[in-house]
């Protein structure tokens, strides 16, 4: 019998492994603009991490956590999200002692949740986030909140919508807490057998309750900006001048609380709907927490941070034809011998390229040379270089232009410098010819305003 992956885990090769790069890449690139830095957490940490930084009444500690006992009888999880881990990682190797505050870090990579799997829901998926720590000025929610959304324009992703919500300050909360839990006691009866443990643990967490008996009953709550303090309406109101300020915009949504209980203020989510009518749910969200440093050992400081769903980003991407052509792996040459005695000269000619940076395949069965145009095509392959007898024999081998069919014949010792030029022309990203003279990092002179240049040449110079 064959084995099959795990439910609710998806396989990633070929093209979609181009649009995840594609994605993370870009999501990278921006996050570095904005002086972030790479962080990698393990995967693996103590459950405890996850009960008391996610919250003992969160969902994702409750019934979504990969848990075990290792060999050694300690209970460990696989992480269910990133900030919890970043929250340690700090606060065990002193980064905050060390290092001026803010901390500023991005993430990408797996993380593993036990949920029902469907559109746009795995058990195992990719998160991309970051965190800005030690910040007590609001404006890094707001800088934070750019930065997300700086992203979601590079990827063309343009009809965004930004919910936002505060969910104020320890003392707006509690005074919140309280209505609710006076609200939901008179109807706690006719609600599912969650919210009854909600009401108990937590009653902020029965506003996400997605049953629709429950949803009517929640529809008629208290809000929580009746229960703000002037400091936590002023913050709010304060960020929300700074969005409009950066022409990003919003739409404040009271009865967004998120599901992860660290948080407190601003808490925020980016939705899109792609125009084939998917609804793949949030494709990222976030908030402030200011407690979640000082739970986890560290000193009383907040951070901000947000989160996107990889999968869920290249789905509306491709939904949308918003990829770019230019990022699918193309091959520069395919190396066809024609027969196997001069293979050992097809390896060499095809690592004297390789050295120079472009990508080489060739041709290890002793077939027919139209079975290896099939395959130079099948593989996307520019250009063919093609050896026999007489190529040997003189030292020399033919390239073919796989687009225009014209070909010619190079000697060997000419093959670099040849090679080259046939690169030089080269086009941007954009698709249109770029005017940058070879250097990446130049501004390009197409119509594609603030945008770099991603040229072939760049790479094959730098190599
Ligand atoms: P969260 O950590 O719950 O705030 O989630 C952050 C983002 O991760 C969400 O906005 C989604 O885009 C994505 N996400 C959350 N859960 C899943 C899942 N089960 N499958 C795929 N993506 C998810």
Redesign the pocket.
């Known amino acids: 019998m064959s084995i099959i992956g795990v439910k609710g885990t998806h396989d990633i090769y070929n093209s979609e492994a181009c649009e995840f790069s594609y994605v993370e890449n870009v999501m990278k690139r921006i996050a570095e603009i904005f002086a972030f830095t790479e962080v990698r957490p393990p995967v693996l940490e103590h459950s405890e991490l996850f009960v008391r930084s996610v919250g003992e009444s969160s969902d994702v500690v409750r019934k979504e956590m990969y848990t075990f006992l290792d060999k050694g009888d300690r209970s460990l999880t696989l992480r269910p ?1 990133f900030t919890a881990g970043i929250a340690r990682l700090i606060v065990q190797n002193k980064i905050t002692n060390l290092q001026e505050l803010p901390i500023k870090m991005y993430y990408c990579g797996p993380v593993f ?1 036990y ?1 029902r799997p469907q559109l ?4 195992q ?1 990719n ?1 991309f986030g970051v965190e800005c720590i030690g910040h007590t000025n609001p404006l890094a929610d707001v800088d934070t909140i750019s930065l997300a959304y700086t992203i979601l324009q590079s990827l063309c992703l343009d009809n965004v919508t930004i919910k936002i919500n505060t969910l104020g300050d320890e003392e707006s909360r509690n005074n919140y807490r309280e209505a609710l839990k006076e609200y939901f006691s008179k109807h706690i009866d006719k609600m599912c057998p969650d919210c009854k443990q909600r009401l108990e643990l937590n009653p902020l967490r029965i506003l996400d309750c997605k049953v629709p008996e429950d949803q009517v009953i929640v529809k008629d709550a208290p809000k929580m900006s009746d229960y703000l303090t002037p400091a936590a309406k002023d913050k709010f109101a304060y960020v929300l001048s700074c969005l409009e300020a950066m022409a990003i915009p919003y739409e404040v949504d009271d009865t967004l609380v ?3 209980d660290y948080y407190s203020d601003t808490v925020f ?1 980016f939705h899109y709907k792609s125009s084939k009518g998917n609804d793949y ?6 908030g402030h927490y200011d407690k979640l440093i000082k739970e986890v050992g560290g000193p009383d400081v907040p951070g901000v941070g947000f ?3 990889v ?2 980003i290249v789905s509306v991407l491709k939904d949308d034809e918003l990829i770019p052509q230019d990022i699918y792996n193309a091959l520069d040459f395919y190396v066809m011998p024609m027969g196997a005695k001069y293979q050992n000269t097809g390896i060499a000619v095809a690592n004297v390229i390789r050295m120079v940076g472009y990508s080489v395949d060739m041709c290890l069965d002793d077939v027919k040379l139209g079975s290896m145009f099939k395959r130079a095509e099948k593989k996307n392959a520019k250009f063919a270089i093609i050896i026999g007898e007489n190529e040997v024999d003189n030292n020399r081998v033919i390239l073919k232009n796989l687009k225009t069919q014209e070909q010619l014949e190079v000697k060997l010792e000419n093959l670099r410098q040849t090679v080259d030029e046939l690169f030089e022309e080269h086009e941007c990203c954009c698709g249109d010819d770029c005017d940058c003279d070879c250097d990446c990092d130049d501004d390009c002179d197409c119509e594609n305003e603030g945008h770099h240049c991603h040229c072939h040449c760049h790479d094959k110079k730098e190599n």
């Open positions: 999200e949740r949920e746009g829901r795995y058990r998926f998160q998120r599901g992860l989510e749910g949030a494709i990222g969200a976030g989160s996107f769903g999968e869920r």
